[in-house]
T-cell receptor, first 114, second 117 residues
C-alpha cells in the first residue's frame, strides 16, 4: 500500500524552541518523491521542499532542515528556533513513478506560542 | 501573474442550490486536480484530468461533476448542495507522470471556501 502517516496531529511549542514534524511513508516503488507543504492560517498551500528516493542527503534551508532516512521510511522536518510565523498545518506527501496521484498525510498543526 | 487561480474565493449558498467553481492555471501543466479539505484539514483528492481526460475519479457523489474544456482549465459543478459539502475546495496542477516530471510539486490555488446554509 502507498501511504503517508503524520502521527502528530498537533504540536505546541514556545517561540525559539526547536520542533520536529514526523513523516513516515509506505511504498513498494523504488523511485518516488517526497514533498512538504505548509498551510498557514491564511489557507493557501505552499510547497516547501522535495526529495527523491535516491538522495538521502539532508537539506538545510535557513531555520528549516529535512532528514530523509530510507531505512526507517521517514522524511522528518525540523524547525530550529521556531517563530510565531511558523504556526501552520504542515503536510507531507508522496508521489511514486507512474502515478498522477500525490498521497498526502493528514497534516500536523504546529502552534508556536509567543 | 497568478499560477493557479480559482474563483470564487468564498461561496455562501443555500442547501439544494447548484454552484460552480472555476480554476485556471498558467503554468503550462497538463494535469489538474480538485481536492476537498474538511474542517479537520484532511486533503481528499476528488478528481484529476490530464489533457482534458479524466484520470482520477475518487468515491465522490455524482452530484459533483468536473469539466475540463482545455488543459489549462478545470471547473467543478456541484448539484443539489448539502450541508456536508461545506469545505474548502482546492484546485491544483502538476506536470506529467514520467520520470522526468515525477519531481514536480503540485501548485495549488488559494482555495474556495464553500458554506452551505
Amino acid at each position: 500500500a502507498q501511504k503517508v502517516t503524520q502521527a502528530q496531529t498537533e504540536i505546541s511549542v514556545v517561540e525559539k524552541e526547536d520542533v520536529t514534524l514526523d513523516c513516515v511513508y509506505e511504498t513498494r516503488d523504488t523511485t518516488y518523491y517526497l514533498f512538504w507543504y505548509k498551510q498557514p492560517p491564511s489557507g493557501e498551500l505552499v510547497f516547501l521542499i522535495r526529495r527523491n528516493s535516491f538522495d538521502e542527503q539532508n537539506e538545510i534551508s535557513g531555520r528549516y532542515s529535512w532528514n530523509f532516512q530510507k531505512s526507517t521510511s521517514s522524511f522528518n522536518f525540523t524547525i530550529t528556533a521556531s517563530q510565531v510565523v511558523d504556526s501552520a498545518v504542515y503536510f507531507c506527501a508522496l508521489r511514486y513513478s507512474g502515478t498522477y496521484k500525490y498521497i498526502f498525510g493528514t497534516g500536523t498543526r504546529l502552534k508556536v506560542l509567543a | 501573474d497568478t499560477a493557479v487561480s480559482q474563483t470564487p474565493k468564498y461561496l455562501v449558498t443555500q442547501m439544494g442550490n447548484d454552484k460552480s467553481i472555476k480554476c485556471e492555471q498558467n503554468l503550462g501543466h497538463d494535469t489538474m486536480y480538485w481536492y476537498k479539505q474538511d474542517s479537520k484539514k484532511f486533503l481528499k483528492i476528488m478528481f484529476s484530468y490530464n489533457n482534458k481526460e479524466l484520470i482520477i475519479n475518487e468515491t465522490v457523489p455524482n452530484r459533483f461533476s468536473p469539466k475540463s474544456p482545455d488543459k489549462a482549465h478545470l471547473n467543478l459543478h456541484i448539484n443539489s448542495l448539502e450541508l456536508g459539502d461545506s469545505a474548502v475546495y482546492f484546485c491544483a496542477s502538476s506536470q506529467g507522470v514520467g520520470l522526468r516530471t515525477l519531481n514536480q510539486p503540485q501548485h495549488f490555488g488559494d482555495g474556495t471556501r464553500l458554506s452551505i446554509l
